[in-house]
C-alpha cells in the first residue's frame, strides 16, 4: 500500500462496505470539500467495473478499481479528451474515409493521368475537412483519417456530405466516377472508442456495398446517408480463393460440420447449404443440414437430394441440431448474416467456431464478430454464387448432379433469371455448373408452383394500386391459405415490375402477429433503404420487412408515409 499512497495520483482504499479508509496527499487536497463516500466522487460507482468515469471540480477522470484482499484499491487519472458539458462521451469524432473504387479506376485510366486525378482527389479531402477546423490525415493508398470537433457534426449533415459529390465530378479521362465510403465514429468515452466506432462503421458501409456514409452514434445507434450507387462488383479471384482455404482449413480441423440457412429457406438458402455439404463430404466428415420448414419454393430440390444415398439422415431440425453440435463441430451460416433470422439461433450462443458466408447489404445485426471466416460480398448475386466460387478453387471435388443444379437454381432465383444483380463472376459460376453437368431444363422445374399458388399471385397483381405516379402497392388477402406467403408476396413484387412505368413494388400480407413487405425496385428507388426505414432490410433492388402490431390497413399507411419521407429526403 506504500507503493500505492505515493504515486502521483489520488488515490484511496475502500473497505468491503466501501468505506473510505485510506488515502494518499494528491487526495487528500480534494477532501476541502467534505467528500464523506465515494459516492460523492463518482455517480452511481461501481466496485466490479474496473473503469468508470468521474466529473471533480471540472476536471474528467478515468476511475480505475482493483479488489484487494480486504476491499478496494481506486486511482483517479486525469483525461483530457472527456467532455466536461457531458461526462462519458469526447468532445470530438473520428472518421475513416476511403475511395472504394479506387484499383478499377486505375484500370480504366490512362497511367500518366493517374498520379494527377489521384492528386486531385487528395486535395479536396484535405481541403473539404480542413475548412471545418479538423485534422485529416492520408494513412494508406486512399485511405484518411480525420476528426472534427463534434459540434461540426450538424454541418456535416446540412452540407449532405458534399465531399462525395465533389469526389464523384472529378474526371480525368475515368470510366467510372470515384466514390467513397465514410465511417465516423462518435459519442465514445475516449477518442480512442471513437476511433474503434469509426472502423466498425466503415466495415458496416463496406459490407452494405460501399458508396455511402454510416455514423455510430454511441455503442449500438447508427445513422447512414447515401448508398444510392450500385455495389462494387470484385472480380479479383484471390479473394475466393483465400476464402476457399480458409473454410477448407476449418473443415479439415473440426469433427463434423453443421450447416444452416434462413428461415423459410429459399432455393438460394438450400442450394449453397447443398454446396457446403458437398465440400464437407469431399473431406470425409459428417455433416448436417438444419431445416424446420419444407416451404414450397425447395420442396422439388429438398425431394431430390433426399431421394440421393448422399443425403440419407442429412437434414436435422433445430432441436436435433442443439442435442447434436459439440465443442469442435463447425457451424456453417449461409444466404443470412442476422441471428434472428436463422434457422436456429440458439446454435448461434454455443457453437465455437462458425463461418459466414451471405450476400445480403450488411446490417447492423451482423453475426460476423463472432466468426472464424466470413464470406460477405455485397456484389454478389447470391450465396450460391459465393459458395461457387470457393468450389472452383477446391482441387480434385465433384459435386452430384442435384447439387449442381441446386447451385444453379440458387442464384438463377436471386437474379430473377440473370436480370437483376449479375456481374463477371455470376456468369463465371454458372458457366462452372452448366460445364460440370447442370440441365438448365432441370433446373427450371424446380421452380414450378402449384396452380393455386399462380391464381393467387394474379389476384395480387390485379388488385394493386398505383401510388406515387410510378409506385404499386397491393395485399394478399387474409384469408388465402398458403404454405409460404413470404415466398408469395416475393415473387408478386417481381411480376408487379413488369407493368408499365412501374419502378418499385411493395406487397403486403398478414403473417401471424406481423405484417409481412416484400419491396422490389428497377434500380432507381432504393428499396433498402425505405424498408431499413421499416427495422427490414436487403439490397437495393430487392428488400423487405416486417411491421409488428398493426393491421394491413395500418401498415399500408406507414408505409406511406415512409415512401414519402424517402422521396422527400431524395
Wanted: charged share 25%; with cysteine.
Amino acid at each position: 500500500m506504500k507503493d500505492l499512497v505515493s504515486i502521483p495520483f489520488p488515490y484511496i482504499r475502500l473497505d468491503k462496505n466501501l468505506n473510505i479508509v485510506d488515502f494518499n496527499n494528491i487526495y487528500e487536497s480534494w477532501n476541502k470539500n467534505n467528500i464523506k463516500t465515494i459516492y460523492d466522487l463518482v455517480d452511481g460507482f461501481d466496485e466490479k467495473k474496473s473503469k468508470q468515469f468521474a466529473l471533480i471540480e471540472n476536471i474528467c477522470y478515468d476511475v480505475y478499481t482493483t479488489s484487494v484482499e480486504d476491499g478496494f484499491d481506486v486511482i483517479f487519472i486525469e483525461n483530457p479528451y472527456l467532455n466536461k458539458e457531458g461526462l462519458g462521451a469526447s468532445n470530438i469524432l473520428a472518421g475513416i474515409l476511403i475511395v472504394d473504387n479506387i484499383a478499377e479506376i486505375q484500370e480504366t485510366m490512362d497511367e500518366i493521368r493517374f498520379p494527377h486525378f489521384n492528386a486531385i482527389i487528395e486535395r479536396k479531402i484535405n481541403e473539404y475537412f480542413n475548412n471545418m477546423g479538423g485534422l485529416v490525415t492520408k494513412f494508406d493508398n486512399s485511405k484518411y483519417i480525420f476528426i472534427l470537433n463534434k459540434n461540426k457534426f450538424n454541418l456535416l449533415k446540412e452540407d449532405k456530405f458534399s465531399i462525395v459529390e465533389q469526389i464523384g465530378n472529378v474526371e480525368m479521362g475515368n470510366d467510372v466516377p470515384a466514390t467513397l465510403s465514410i465511417g465516423i465514429g462518435m459519442n465514445g468515452c475516449t477518442v480512442n472508442e471513437d476511433m474503434v466506432f469509426a472502423r466498425g462503421a466503415l466495415d458496416l458501409a463496406l459490407g452494405r456495398g460501399g458508396n455511402q456514409i454510416v455514423i455510430k452514434e454511441g455503442e449500438d445507434k447508427y445513422a447512414f446517408f447515401g448508398g444510392d450507387g450500385r455495389e462494387i462488383s470484385k472480380n479479383s479471384r484471390v479473394r475466393a480463393r483465400v476464402k476457399a482455404s480458409g473454410l477448407v482449413e476449418l473443415i479439415m480441423s473440426s469433427s463434423d460440420v453443421i450447416v444452416m440457412g434462413h428461415k423459410d429457406p429459399d432455393l438460394d438458402s438450400l442450394g449453397s447449404a447443398s454446396g457446403i455439404y458437398a465440400i464437407a463430404k469431399f473431406y470425409d466428415k459428417k455433416c448436417k443440414i438444419v431445416l424446420n420448414n419444407i416451404t414450397s419454393s425447395i420442396s422439388a430440390l429438398y425431394e431430390r437430394l433426399c431421394d440421393t444415398d448422399r443425403y440419407e439422415n442429412a437434414f436435422i431440425s433445430s432441436s436435433e441440431a442443439l442435442s447434436t453440435i459439440k465443442r469442435g463441430t463447425l457451424l456453417v451460416v449461409v444466404d443470412t448474416h442476422r441471428e434472428f433470422l436463422t434457422e436456429c439461433p440458439e446454435l448461434l450462443k454455443v457453437a465455437k467456431t462458425i463461418v459466414l458466408i451471405d450476400h445480403h447489404r450488411m446490417s447492423t445485426e451482423a453475426i460476423d464478430e463472432k466468426c472464424a471466416l466470413v464470406y460477405h460480398e455485397s456484389y454478389a448475386s447470391s450465396a450460391s454464387e459465393l459458395v461457387t466460387e470457393m468450389i472452383m478453387h477446391i482441387k480434385g471435388i465433384r459435386l452430384i448432379k442435384t447439387e449442381i443444379e441446386g447451385l444453379l437454381a440458387g442464384i438463377t432465383v436471386d437474379t430473377k433469371n440473370f436480370a437483376f444483380k449479375t456481374g463477371i463472376k455470376t456468369f463465371e459460376a454458372a458457366a462452372y455448373l452448366k460445364k460440370n453437368g447442370a440441365d438448365t431444363m432441370s433446373v427450371r422445374r424446380l421452380f414450378k408452383n402449384s396452380f393455386d399458388e399462380y391464381l393467387v399471385r394474379s389476384e395480387i397483381v390485379r388488385n394493386s394500386e398505383l401510388i406515387f405516379d410510378n409506385m404499386a402497392i397491393s395485399v394478399m388477402n387474409e384469408n388465402v391459405k398458403v404454405d409460404n406467403p413470404i415466398l408469395l408476396i416475393a415473387q408478386s413484387a417481381d411480376e408487379l415490375l413488369n407493368l408499365n412505368d412501374i419502378e418499385a413494388s411493395f406487397v403486403l400480407c398478414k403473417y401471424g402477429d406481423k405484417v409481412c413487405v416484400s419491396a422490389r425496385s428497377l434500380g432507381k428507388i432504393n428499396v433498402q433503404k425505405l424498408m431499413e426505414m421499416l427495422g427490414g432490410g436487403g439490397h437495393q433492388t430487392g428488400a423487405a420487412a416486417q411491421i409488428k402490431g398493426v393491421c394491413i390497413d395500418e401498415a399500408i399507411e406507414i408505409l406511406k408515409q415512409k415512401i414519402k419521407e424517402y422521396l422527400e429526403e431524395e
